[in-house]
């Protein structure tokens, strides 16, 4: 079969296409992907992203331009959305840490009053969450299990839990924003 046939085949949900599609783009995207992240476990979790968006995406492809050039341009998006995410974090943490580094032997970061106020506020937003995000956010974010080990608690596929986890964060974050300020989503991004 062509790939403008299995494109097709795959437009209508054919999962056989996606499989042979799949295997025939899965070593080219996961090598260009390594050479932005240098870290084989991140770049097959965006290999997966990719291929998954895909499949999500499968009945609005335009089958009549280059499928080759669409997978490249959609990785390399996907990646650097990631990488930013990162590199936002990263800053986010590193400001947190040199606020509680400068008020360690002064006042600290928040008085009791505000940590109870902020503590309220972020029980208020992750209690709003639908029950699979509000699960999938405690096992991995204030419990500390992996990926793996919390998709395998819920009984779902590690994709699946990525997503619970990504929504959750993100309802999170917009609560945050629309009833509080960013210290706590400060404190938020610390919790992961």
Known sequence: MNEQDLLQQLALGNREAFTAIYQQ?????Y???VKFTRNPAFTEDLVHDVFLKVW????QLDIKK?????LYRLARNTALTQLNRIA???TIRDEITHRLTLGINEQSLMDTVE???YEALLQQAIDSLPPQRREAFILCRQQGRSYEEAAAMMNISRNTFKQHLSLAVKS???YLLAHGDIGLLLLLVALK
Do not use: M, P, T
């Open 172 to 174: 999170i974050r917009d």
């Open 66 to 70: 280059s499928f080759d050039s669409y």
């Open 88 to 90: 936002l974090y990263d």
């Open 25 to 29: 783009y899965h070593a080219g995207i």
């Open 31 to 33: 090598n260009y992907l």
């Open 56 to 59: 999500e995406v499968r009945a």
């Open 115 to 117: 940590s109870r106020q």
